[in-house]
């Protein structure tokens, strides 16, 4: 299926590894003009050459924190005017709800929930303007069933969540989709730290831990970021106009209710 989208500008944040690398190589072999970012120079340069010699053509990368008011100026000034933001932060760490301070809760919220918000701030009229857009937040599974040892995490992307259940309508109008992409267990870097967390909270080793979260997936693994990547890929493409304000959970069968 051509996706409709060659030739389109698309942001996507924390790229250089994981899902939102995911998301970055699928839009790049659909002829997506695409720019990545994320903190670390080293790894987002590797990971702009490796997609764009997979996909056939240039990806722009930039190093930044998009947390931060100078990250997403940066960011934006790397890639103006995007037709695609992909938003994305890597999640707050786990724990006891107890140990979390102030601090901890607003550095949450800055990455989970109000830098999405800015960024779909400061492109949402170009979008409107040029009556093509799409933004796709990476949330978490977590939204629909929270983690325990999740907490920062949970909150800080509900809030995003409720955010844009109001904003997505108002956009819809003039050609713009705002969709959010809840995963579930995946086999990246933060699925390992979350892994190592709950085996330090239960007192087992990572290996029983990692087998248990396993066997309660009905399709028997953990998901691969390619696949993360196709859902994003379509959720932007010419052809999802009509789809808006959704939350797309793709956890392989782990949520078990009907809605």
């Not at 190589?25 to 050459?49: F, K, M, P, Q, S």
């Not at 918000?117 to 933004?135: H, K, N, P, S």
């Not at 599974?141 to 997505?168: E, Q, Y």
Request: glycine share 12%; hydrophobic share 45%.
């Amino acid at each position: 299926m051509d996706l409709g989208i060659a030739g389109r500008r698309a942001l996507v944040c924390a790229a250089s590894k994981g899902l939102g690398r995911g998301c970055a190589e699928a839009l790049a072999h659909e002829g997506v003009d695409v720019t990545i970012l994320a903190r670390t120079e080293a790894d987002v340069a590797r990971a702009a050459a490796d997609i764009g010699t997979a996909a056939g053509r240039p990806v722009r990368w930039l190093a930044c924190d998009i947390t931060t008011p100078d990250g997403r100026a940066a960011a934006l000034a790397a890639c103006p005017d995007p037709d695609i933001l992909v938003t994305n932060a890597g999640g707050p760490p786990p724990g006891d709800f107890r140990e979390w301070d102030r601090a901890a809760w607003i550095r949450a919220l800055d990455a989970n929930m109000l830098t999405p918000i800015e960024l779909i701030r400061a492109t949402i009229d170009g979008m409107m303007a040029r009556r093509f857009g799409r933004v796709l937040n990476i949330t978490s599974s977590a939204v629909k069933a929270p983690i325990d040892i999740l907490g920062l995490s949970n909150g800080a992307r509900s809030g995003l969540t409720g955010f844009v259940a109001g904003i997505a309508r108002k956009v819809a109008r003039q050609g713009v989709t705002i969709n959010n992409l809840l995963p579930g267990n995946f086999d990246t870097d933060r699925l390992r730290g979350t892994m190592a967390g709950r085996a330090k909270a239960q007192g087992k080793d990572v290996a029983t831990v990692e087998a248990a979260m396993r066997d309660a997936i009905p399709v028997g693994r953990f998901g691969v970021p390619a696949e993360f990547g196709a859902l994003c890929a379509f959720l932007c493409s010419a052809h999802a106009g009509y789809i808006v304000g959704q939350n797309f959970l793709i956890d392989g069968g782990v949520f078990p209710g009907t809605f």
